[in-house]
């Protein structure tokens, strides 16, 4: 890697890019050298430049679209499509980037590397019968969620930019193009190993965790057993960000294998939505008849992905395959337990619990029964036990019991109640997606090419735990309609 030095004095003459391409040196299996196809008229819609800016990229010199749509590479590219499988809703299917590119991996003025992919860059070899193509809803919706939770602070992929294309794309009806430019840490997925286990030829797994070792879990790679170090850090991992989703009510909508990443970031916003009046079957996406990706589903559906990826990684964790399994199995087991103690971490936050007391466990579940009998809603109800006066929120005798436990548990620990409302305050956003908010930005977009409404929804998602000035009563309530639907990434 050149050094930083030498790095930013070409970046000036190539708005900054320099990209590297450590994905396109595993075996040939894993990847096609493929072009995006040109667009008919590409249109900069949105462009994130404080995210540019940490991407070392000069955004006066992105200002425009024809990197963002395929039509002209940035310098450096060696665009590829990757391949994957997956379970989608629990069957297996050989799959890869049906309608995405990688440009390559952008190394940052501080030496981090982030992939940089354009979705809806049209077909591939992987596009079995799709079109390739993105529509700008959806993508504008993916640039909005994943931009609200990078500000929640929970590990996500981030969206530089979204461009139209000029072109129609036949959905529901035929709907205006688009194409999302996504950073992410790296696309690697339980579907990746799933892939390289069914074509069932060791060294190409081997070539993959090493690669996934060396630029997502260094330590595990020096550990005595890189392999099951690896399984345990993206066990870990897994368990950290499951537990962030619930504290703030994110549900995924499609939490298939080929949608989860090894780097531990949330990936692949699809019909995701925040829920709004707590209800643990929650669920939003219109395909996900059964509920299998509900919203109290979450940590169970990733130990089962979990357990998909364990199972690529056996012929590496032992060559006696019983002692594998075990191996295995005593990892996956071990999913449960971590993640309930990061949940626990987390409301414990949540209540301005700051000492543990073996009571904790209850109280948090009696407030969450509470508020699913009346369907509070999940970040009001926080926010409003996170100021003074919050025994006014409800004058429900149940609720003015477990008010009263709640406050006679913050006598016993020795901070003041200004420590407790901090740390609380840290934990419970007052601004999240609301469902109607986002409707309606996307509207604006795509019917009226109004993109005020959608900056100023992400000026205000953008500061989510602002208590003491927050924004206006708008973005704030429930949406309207509990009966709200998401559509796949189409
Ligand atoms: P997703 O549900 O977005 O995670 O996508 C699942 C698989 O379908 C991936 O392999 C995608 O690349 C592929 N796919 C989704 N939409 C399209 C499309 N319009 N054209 C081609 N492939 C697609
Ligand atoms: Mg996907």
């Keep these: 890697m050149p050094s930083p030095e030498s790095a930013s004095s070409t970046r000036s003459l190539t708005a900054g890019w320099h990209l590297e391409h450590s994905y396109a040196q595993l075996p040939e299996a894993f990847h096609v050298a493929f072009q995006p196809t040109p667009v008919r008229q590409p249109k900069l819609v949105i462009l994130n430049r404080a995210l540019a800016e940490s991407l070392g990229l000069d955004a006066a010199q992105l200002d425009h679209a024809s990197w963002f749509s395929g039509n002209d590479l940035p310098p450096g590219a060696q665009p590829l499509a990757q391949a994957y499988a997956g379970h989608q809703f629990g069957n297996f299917t050989m799959l890869g980037d049906g309608r995405a590119i990688l440009l390559g991996e952008q190394i940052t003025p501080k030496g981090q590397r982030f992939d940089i992919q354009l979705k809806g860059s049209g077909q591939t070899p992987f596009s079995r019968r799709g079109d390739g193509r993105a529509t700008l809803g959806p993508m504008l919706r993916e640039y909005i969620i994943s931009e609200a939770m990078h500000a929640l602070g929970i590990p996500t992929t981030r969206s530089l930019a979204v461009v139209t294309t000029g072109e129609l794309v036949r959905r529901d009806g035929m709907l205006p193009g688009a194409v999302l430019t996504r950073v992410a840490a790296s696309h690697i997925r339980v579907g990746t190993f799933e892939y390289a286990a069914a074509r ?54 499609v939490m298939n294998t080929d949608n989860m990443a090894l780097s531990g970031e949330t990936i692949d916003y699809g019909p995701c939505a925040f829920m709004e009046a707590y209800d643990p079957a929650t669920v939003f996406s219109s395909i996900d008849h059964q509920g299998r990706y509900a919203y109290g589903r979450q940590p169970f559906i990733a130990q089962w992905n979990l357990a998909r990826f364990a199972e690529a990684l056996l012929p590496l964790l032992d060559p006696v395959e019983e002692k594998a399994v075990e191996l295995a199995n005593d990892a996956i087991i071990g999913f449960e337990p ?23 466990l209850s109280l948090i579940d009696s407030l969450l029964k509470w508020m699913q009998e009346t369907q509070a809603d999940f970040t009001n109800t926080f926010r409003a036990l996170s100021s003074p006066g919050s025994a006014s929120l409800s004058a429900d005798p149940d609720f003015l019991a477990w008010h009263q ?24 956003p007052v601004a999240i997606p609301r469902n109607h908010k986002v409707e309606e930005a996307l509207t604006a977009a795509v019917e009226r090419e109004d993109l005020g409404v959608l900056e100023r929804l992400l000026a205000v998602l953008a500061q989510p735990y602002e208590h003491v000035q927050p924004p206006p009563e708008e973005y704030l309530a429930g949406s309207p309609s509990g009966d709200y639907q998401t559509f796949c990434g189409t």
């Design 200 to 253: 069932g030829e060791q060294a190409l797994l081997q070539a993959l965790a090493d690669h996934t070792l060396q630029r997502h879990y260094p330590d595990a790679a020096n550990a005595a057993q890189p392999y099951l170090a690896l399984l345990q850090g993206v066990i870990e991992r897994q368990a950290a960000l499951i537990a962030r989703w619930q504290h703030v009510g994110f549900i995924h909508g």
């Design 405 to 428: 436990r709640w406050q006679e548990r913050l006598t016993r620990q020795p901070q003041t109640a200004e420590a407790v409302q901090e740390i609380m305050r840290c934990h419970n």
């Design 338 to 360: 971590i993640y309930k103690q990061h949940w626990l971490t987390g409301m414990r936050g949540k209540l301005g619990l700051l000492t543990e007391e073996g009571d904790d």
